[in-house]
């Protein structure tokens, strides 16, 4: 009998070669935030989710045995995303670790970032950082992770190396970065997608980290000269040691025609040495990897495609929706309930002068700007889905809010009670949209800093 294997992130490069390869092998489900249609592969079925939303993802993991987490960072799915990629992603994976253990999923695979191992782990990059913790975070609620930690992978289609070609087919003469002489090892496409294979089901490399990539070591500036031997390209390649990070973030972006937000925290990683341990390294179990030239040669293969994806159905998405999502200090591993509730007396205390609050017995709870009968915001607290871990409100009234049916608030804890998560989501400003962006918001992420300063500030009086 096939093993059922939900892939999050199906749509990407190596979700989309993945199903690929082992349609045949494997019952996928491959995860999509909108409604596949005009599906090229009848046998794999596609499954609309919510990945912000516990619910929506826990529906679609039902009847799965397996899971592969390839969510890196996500476009807005809101008009408005007020949050960093790397608390996203965080509360991302919460929600993944969350619905896994609901359904007794047997295993997560994820696919990460290899660590540097000349500096610890507070002192990485913040791209590196992140996958760090949701590689901790998936594994959290219970369900075995096996990670498998890569540096750049090479085919055709994938973005780290569409940037390299891009940069060698557009210039002539490449005045490369200090960070081009850094260390990594690269791993082919074929040998990710193999090892993936291996490690599904095989209870031996259960909550398990492995590096991986082939046994040769490279430079980045190594690599874009192999790829330009590759292209047939002659290129004039040399590092300096003036450019600065921020200085490459351009540089990189513009001429490798990559967009600034994927490259910002690639450039980050790309000045440490990112080589395979032997502490963590797969290698012995495998050994027939192909090296840079071939990879780089198959990745290069015009004739061969990215898999074509289904099309998708136009979804009628609310208007102007937002979402706000701040990582909060957890004051002495407090809980949930006692930062919900702390943040109902701090809100209208700070604002003293303009703002009131009214709590009912069942917790909800209205906040009212100076003696005005109709409250601003008011919030509905929804116990059947609220823990210590977790406090859920929705959204339910006030003249700030347009839909009463569709946003919700939530505080929660995530990377074992270190962080706490405060997040907004799919709330429906009534103010018109520019008023709105430059007034409601602005203030919001404000009074959240202030918070998150009280709360600092609150753990070392106590």
């Not at 943040?343 to 703002?355: A, D, E, G, M, Q």
């Not at 009212?368 to 859920?392: A, E, G, N």
Request: glycine share 6%.
């Amino acid at each position: 009998m096939k093993k059922t294997i939900a892939i999050a992130g199906a749509g990407g490069y190596i979700g989309r070669w993945f199903i690929q390869h082992f349609k045949d092998k494997y019952h996928i489900i491959a995860l999509s935030r909108s409604e596949a249609i005009n599906n090229p592969e009848p046998s794999v079925e596609w499954r609309k989710v919510e990945l912000f939303s516990i619910t929506s993802t826990s529906e679609v993991l039902q009847g799965v045995d397996y899971a592969i987490y390839l969510i890196h960072s996500m476009s807005a799915s809101t008009r408005l995303n007020q949050g960093s990629f790397q608390d996203t992603d965080l509360l991302l994976a919460d929600n993944f670790a969350r619905a896994a253990a609901a359904n007794g999923i047997k295993q997560i695979l994820y696919l990460g970032g290899i660590l540097p191992k000349e500096i610890g782990e507070n002192n990485i990059s913040v791209h590196l950082q992140s996958r760090l913790e949701v590689e901790k975070t998936l594994g959290s609620k219970g369900t075995p992770v096996t990670s498998l930690r890569a540096g750049i992978i090479v085919g055709p289609g994938g973005s780290s190396f569409e940037m390299i070609h891009n940069l060698i087919a557009r210039l002539p003469v490449l005045i490369c970065p200090k960070w081009t002489l850094s260390q990594t090892q690269a791993i082919s496409l074929k040998d990710t997608l193999e090892i993936m294979d291996k490690c599904l089901g095989d209870k031996e490399l259960f909550n398990k980290a492995f590096e991986i990539g082939a046994p040769e070591v490279l430079t980045y500036k190594e690599m874009l000269e192999k790829t330009a031997r590759a292209m047939g390209k002659k290129r004039l390649i040399f590092s300096v040691p003036i450019f600065s990070v921020g200085l490459s973030k351009l540089w990189v972006s513009y001429f490798g025609k990559t967009p600034a937000k994927l490259v910002s925290p690639l450039v980050e990683s790309l000045k440490h040495t990112l080589t395979v341990s032997e502490e963590h390294a797969f290698g012995n179990r495998k050994s027939d990897y192909l090296d840079f030239d071939q990879s780089a040669k198959e990745a290069l293969d015009e004739s061969v495609r990215l898999p074509k994806l289904p099309q998708f159905k136009r979804d009628k998405d609310v208007k102007n929706t937002v979402r706000s999502i701040q990582r909060l200090p957890n004051t002495r591993h407090r809980s949930a309930i006692w930062v919900a509730n702390r943040y109902k007396v701090w809100l209208p205390t700070f604002f003293s002068f303009l703002i009131n609050a009214k709590e009912n017995k069942n917790g909800d709870i209205g906040f009212y700007l100076l003696r005005s009968s109709k409250p601003m915001l008011q919030l509905t607290w929804i116990p059947d889905r609220s823990d210590v871990k977790r406090q859920l409100f929705y959204i339910t009234g006030g003249w700030l809010v347009k839909r009463f049916d569709y946003g919700w608030l939530e505080f929660r804890e995530v990377m074992g009670g270190k962080y706490m998560i405060s997040a907004i989501h799919e709330f429906v400003p009534r103010l018109p949209w520019l008023v709105y962006v430059n007034t409601q918001a602005r203030i919001h992420l404000w009074v959240m800093d202030r918070f998150k300063r009280y709360l600092e500030k609150y753990k070392f009086e106590q």
